[in-house]
């Protein structure tokens, strides 16, 4: 009687006991779960990438092969010189998919091609899926993003504007209207044009600039400069 009094009282009986219920928690919530729910159709967006990885070199932009462009549902529908490239909701009369089952796409010859290989079996069974619910196609939602009106002042959603070419005290400088607005933001630094040097001293000071070493052999100022 002790003994039992102390096993019902130890730590090792709490534990079983907590042990118990919380498995019975567990299935309780196991049994609550209802049951799956029926998977969702097969859309697009599972079909088109297989097409657009295994069948549109020869069936999209670059190659219509049979007159056949696979990239989009209409395309599809629309089909090539057969017709179109299946019918909805019966992948088994549907052309694209004799075409992969009896092998003749891609086209034997075309196998060792890079980049060109058979369609998976399972890349099969979701594309006979997709035809099979009817190759529903889901519209994407595009929300549109809010934009700060004040980002929209920003000078690249301006249209371009060719400015007035401003008027600058040392004009005799100017040879080209770029220089104009150059020689004006030199002159707000206090700073202007510095003296014109001979060729050989801009090529030096070019090559420094780009290169960080002195001219060689090769390099020269074969050109006139425009405007000069
Ligand atoms: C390497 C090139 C190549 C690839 C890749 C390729 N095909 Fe083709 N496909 C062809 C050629 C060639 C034809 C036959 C053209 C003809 O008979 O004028 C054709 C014809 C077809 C046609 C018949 C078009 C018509 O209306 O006559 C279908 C349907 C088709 N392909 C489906 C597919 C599918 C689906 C894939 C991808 C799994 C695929 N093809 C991948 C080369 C290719």
Known sequence: MRMALKFL???ETFYWVMGARIHLHVWALVLAVPPVAMADPTTQHEAIPILLRRCVMCHGQDSQQGGLDLRTK???????KSGAAFVSGKA?????????????CPPDETISMAGIERVEAKELRTLRDWITAGAPVVKQKIEPVPLDPQAREHWSFKMPRRPEVPQ??????VRNP????????????GLQYSAEVD??????????????????????????PHGV
């Open 92 to 104: 088994d009369e549907s052309r694209m998919i004799h075409r992969i089952e009896s092998r003749a």
């Open 178 to 189: 770029l220089d104009a607005f150059l020689l004006r933001k030199l002159a707000s630094n």
């Open 199 to 224: 060729r050989l001293t801009l090529l030096r000071r070019v090559t420094y600039d780009l290169t960080g070493l002195p001219p060689n052999s090769e390099d020269s100022l074969g050109r006139e």
């Open 9 to 11: 009282a130890s730590r």
């Open 74 to 80: 209409a395309a599809m529908i629309e089909g090539g």
């Open 168 to 173: 600058v005290k040392t004009q005799q400088s």
